[in-house]
C-alpha cells in the first residue's frame, strides 16, 4: 500500500462545473496536508493547505480533511481550463518530511 | 523579491561524471529539500536539510551527496553512481522544523539528461 495514494486520472469535467480530487493517507499520525498544482513541464505550487477536521474554503477551491477516514480532499468549484493540471497530494508524517501522492490529472474542457 | 532560484534549468551528465546542481533561496527558511519527479510519478525525497551544516538521507538517496554550508544554499551533487539519473529535480524549502504547519515551497526545477 502506498503512504499517499490518489487516483492518476485524467479526470475530466467540463467548464462550470466542480471537480472533486481525492487522496488516502496510511499514517493515522500525520498531522498537515497539502494540495499543490503542477502545470506541465513546471515546478508544483501551493495551492492550499488543511490541518484540522473539516473544510476549509479559499476562494473557488475548498479543501476537506477527515483524518478517521484517513482522506483528504480538493474541491474546484466553477472550473476553468487554466485549472487544467496535475494536483499532487503531499502529507506531512514527522519532522518536516512530505510524502506526495503521485497526483491526479485534471482537464477542464471548455 | 524573494524565492528559491536552482540552476542550470536544463543539464546534461555525460557517462562517468559527476554534476552539481545549485539551489539557493533567500527566504530566510532554516529547512531545505531535495526532490527527483519522474515522468508520471510523484516527488520522491532525496536529501533534506533542517540547519546549517546538517543533513539527512531521503528515501532514494543512493548515488547522490549534498552540502550545507551556508543557510541559503543546498547543492545537489549526481554522481556516477547515480546510473539512472534522468529526471525533473526539485529543490524546496521551508521555515524550519519546529513550524509543522508550514509547506514547502519549490524552486523552477532542473532537468537532467544522460548524454
Known amino acids: 500500500q502506498k503512504e499517499v495514494e490518489q487516483n492518476s486520472g485524467p479526470l475530466s469535467v467540463p467548464e462550470g462545473a466542480i471537480a472533486s480530487l481525492n487522496c488516502t493517507y496510511s499514517?493515522?499520525?500525520?498531522?498537515?496536508f497539502f494540495w499543490y498544482r503542477q502545470y506541465s513541464g513546471k515546478s508544483p505550487e501551493l495551492i492550499m493547505s488543511?490541518?484540522?477536521?473539516g473544510d476549509k474554503e479559499d476562494g473557488r477551491f475548498t479543501a476537506q480533511l477527515n483524518k478517521a477516514s484517513q482522506y483528504v480532499s480538493l474541491l474546484i468549484r466553477d472550473s476553468q481550463p487554466s485549472d487544467s493540471a496535475t494536483y499532487l497530494c503531499a502529507v506531512r508524517k514527522y519532522g518536516n518530511k512530505l510524502v506526495f501522492g503521485a497526483g491526479t490529472i485534471l482537464r477542464v474542457k471548455s | 523579491d524573494g524565492g528559491i532560484t536552482q540552476s542550470p534549468k536544463y543539464l546534461f551528465r555525460k557517462e562517468g561524471q559527476n554534476v552539481t546542481l545549485s539551489c539557493e533561496q533567500n527566504l530566510n527558511h532554516d529547512a531545505m529539500y531535495w526532490y527527483r519527479q519522474d515522468p508520471g510519478q510523484g516527488l520522491r525525497l532525496i536529501y533534506y536539510?533542517?540547519?546549517?551544516?546538517?543533513?539527512q538521507k531521503g528515501d532514494i538517496a543512493e548515488g547522490y551527496s549534498v552540502s550545507r554550508e551556508k543557510k541559503e544554499s543546498f547543492p545537489l551533487t549526481v554522481t556516477s553512481a547515480q546510473k539512472n539519473p534522468t529526471a525533473f529535480y526539485l529543490c524546496a524549502s521551508s521555515i524550519g522544523s519546529g513550524q509543522f504547519n508550514q509547506p514547502q515551497h519549490f524552486g523552477d526545477g532542473t532537468r537532467l539528461s544522460i548524454l
Open positions: 488543511i490541518y484540522s477536521n
Open positions: 499514517d493515522r499520525g500525520s498531522q498537515s
Open positions: 536539510s533542517q540547519i546549517v551544516n546538517d543533513f
